[in-house]
């Protein structure tokens, strides 16, 4: 399975390939208490239910890729770099040792990478997600287009989820809770007083408002018009009555049809205009 590019400078060197044949990478097996967890690890939680299937699947079948991990100051210590969910499950299912393959990592390597593992199975949330991309650029001072190249990921995808990290705490708090989806939460971004975001998050829950309607309720607090739709286009015989119409009086004619009759709109735009379509429409044969 071919891997997606993006992944920064060296760390493809870091990630072990699908298959393991003679003469490449060596697997060890380690005791899993040797293995201390990644301190860059950006996924906080994990569904157990989940964890619980893949240690059954690892009980009956094994792990069937290895880890990666590089080595602590400790002697026979091991610092995860992926694998999290792997390691916690061989732990629930009962496993002494796990297959590794030793890396050697930088600190900012192994977040980049525990964040490229998660974030290309989808695994982080909206929020866990925004808190590795800002400790990309907060502690090792990357732009957002170098995060993007390195994740495999738009620059706009980037910006859009930093930006979640600037919602009030109680709209926060329902985003986690998955009370409203992260399209609601870019919405509430549009109020720039936590105050104001919250008031409209209780109104979004209380109504139960999808995505769109968020967006109106936020133009409506900003003191913004809401959009109009755009008027349907005429029927092709209404259009052919107005240009026979516009031809014969020589200015602009509107049909405007109903159910029960209509109107007929001319348009004049001087005084001789208008006594010049009076000539015209009352003059007796």
């Known amino acids: 399975m071919a891997r997606k590019s993006g992944l920064g400078k060296g760390l493809e060197a870091l990630i072990p390939g699908d298959s393991l044949t003679a003469g490449q990478d060596s697997v060890l097996q380690v005791p899993v208490e040797r293995i201390v967890p990644n301190p860059q690890q950006p996924r906080l939680e994990m569904n157990e239910d989940d964890l619980q299937e893949l240690a059954a699947s690892i009980q009956e079948h094994g792990i069937l890729q290895p880890l990666v991990v590089s080595r602590t100051d400790a002697a026979g210590e091991y610092t995860l770099i992926a694998g999290e969910r792997r390691l916690r499950a061989a732990r629930l299912a009962g496993l002494r040792t796990v297959p590794v393959i030793v890396r050697t990592a930088s600190e900012q390597q192994r977040l980049e990478l525990a964040l490229i593992e998660n974030v290309q199975r989808a695994d982080l949330s909206p929020l866990e997600t925004a808190a590795a991309y800002n400790m990309l650029a907060e502690d090792f001072g990357l732009s957002h287009e170098d995060i993007a190249r390195r994740v495999g990921k738009s620059r706009v995808a980037v910006t859009n989820a930093l930006r979640l990290l600037k919602l009030a705490p109680k709209a926060r708090q329902a985003l986690e809770k998955g009370l409203i989806s992260e399209g609601h939460a870019r919405a509430l971004l549009g109020l720039n007083l936590p105050a104001a ?29 809401p959009e109009r739709k755009p008027a349907p286009a ?8 107005e240009e026979r119409l516009q031809q014969r009086l020589g200015t602009r004619v509107n049909l405007k049809p109903s159910k029960k009759g209509g109107r007929v709109i001319i ?12 000539n015209h429409l009352l003059r007796e044969e």
């Open 197 to 225: 975001q919250e008031s409209a998050l209780a109104t979004v829950i209380k109504n139960e408002l999808n995505v769109r309607q968020t967006e109106e309720l936020v133009r409506k607090l900003n003191g913004q018009r």
């Open 234 to 241: 005429p029927a092709p015989e209404v259009t052919d009555l």
């Open 267 to 278: 348009h004049y735009y001087s005084d001789e205009d208008l006594e010049s379509l009076l």
